[in-house]
């Protein structure tokens, strides 16, 4: 028999959390930054109370446009960020900012470039700028990114920039959240575009090529049309090169013109809601792969993985009807 007073207090909280939430998020619609900022940091350290936020944020979200720019460490892309934001602010629109820290050892000196630069923009309450360095975070980067973009886009910001290093699946996963992917490429790189390519050319929509003011700028442009004559995209659009000189804003002109163009063919071709659905396929997949895992770790016991490891390293066990039994057992439930 449940004790009537638990009942209560359970009845109470989750009442209170709920008016709370109506609370938090009158306020951050109404363009509270306070309550933005406190509403990313339950969502990004998943707090609880964070999933039902999400519920409730969910319906007034799908209005912003989602830029992902990524690029290699160092490309310029803060700057160029920075630039648009100048530009879209110009234009009234409010921004949203996130800078995807993959806290690696290339990074130090920009992340204070990248603070001296907020600091500019604190007194301008259009401009909203988060920066995250949260790899192997819950749910995983790619994830609270995504998450954290839809308080954003919920929260009425007009459009979403987020910044990230190119370099990794990781990467790949939270530009695909975007609407329009910006990747920005800069001379000098050689074998590094053979590199990038990999996961980052197919994801492109437009390709940058900032430090334009260093020599092989046109050396870059032959290359990205040349492995652009390799694959020709289902959607029928040739990705546009922009060239920029990001610190002398030079190109941002251009560059927000091709994102632009991109948006008016994306609706033009009745593409947006089905780039939009193909990007959710990968995100439901992803989030039923974390709630099926979370369910097989409460399935098993403190120190089961380890034991059953050992079992099958040894050949006592065979994994295949390991997992099953486990997945069976996760599916009863
Ligand atoms: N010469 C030249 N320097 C540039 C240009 N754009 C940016 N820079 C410089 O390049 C450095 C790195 O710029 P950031 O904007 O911090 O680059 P980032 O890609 O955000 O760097 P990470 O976030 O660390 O990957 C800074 O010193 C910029 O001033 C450019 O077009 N030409
Ligand atoms: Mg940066």
């Keep these: 028999m449940a004790n009537p007073f638990l009942l209560f207090l359970l009845c109470f909280t989750l009442i209170s959390l709920d008016s709370d939430h109506h609370l938090l998020i009158d306020k951050l619609r109404s363009g509270d930054t306070r309550a933005l900022a406190r509403a990313i940091s339950t969502v990004e350290n998943r707090e609880p109370g964070s999933s039902a936020l999400l519920k409730a944020l969910f319906p007034h979200s799908g209005k912003a446009r989602i830029i992902g720019l990524t690029g290699p460490p160092g490309a310029g892309k803060s700057t160029l960020v920075d630039h648009l934001a100048r530009l879209y602010r110009k234009e009234n629109r409010t921004v949203g900012i996130i800078a995807v820290d993959p806290t690696s050892p290339y990074t130090g000196g920009a992340i204070l470039g990248d603070r001296i630069r907020m ?23 790619a994830r609270t990114t995504a998450d954290v973009a839809t308080v ?13 290093v190119g370099v990794g699946q990781d990467e790949v996963d939270i530009v695909r959240l975007a609407d329009v992917t910006v990747v920005i490429l800069v001379p000098g790189m050689g074998d590094d575009v053979q590199t990038i390519k990999a996961g ?5 929509d437009i390709f940058v090529i900032n430090k334009s003011d260093h020599d092989g700028a046109e050396r870059v442009e032959r290359e990205i049309r040349a492995l652009q004559s390799l694959a020709v995209r289902h959607d029928g659009w040739t990705p546009p090169i922009v060239k920029t000189v990001a610190s002398e804003g030079t190109g941002v002109k251009d560059l927000a013109a091709a994102i632009a163009e991109y948006e008016s063919y994306l609706q033009k071709e009745n593409l947006a809601l089905k780039k939009s659905a193909e990007n959710w396929q990968e995100r439901l997949v992803e989030m039923l792969r974390d709630a099926m895992l979370e369910k097989s770790r409460q399935q098993l016991g403190n120190g089961d993985l380890a034991r059953f490891a050992a079992e099958v390293a040894e050949h006592k066990r065979d994994p295949y009807s390991l997992v ?6 996760v599916g009863n439930n």
């Design 324 to 329: 099953e039994e486990i997945s069976a057992k």
């Design 152 to 164: 954003l886009d919920a929260s009425g910001r007009d459009l979403v920039m987020i910044e990230t």
């Design 200 to 204: 980052i050319m197919e994801i492109a």
């Design 119 to 141: 600091q500019e923009h604190f007194s301008d309450p259009g401009i909203y700028i988060r920066s995250m360095a949260t790899r192997g975070s819950l749910g995983g980067l």
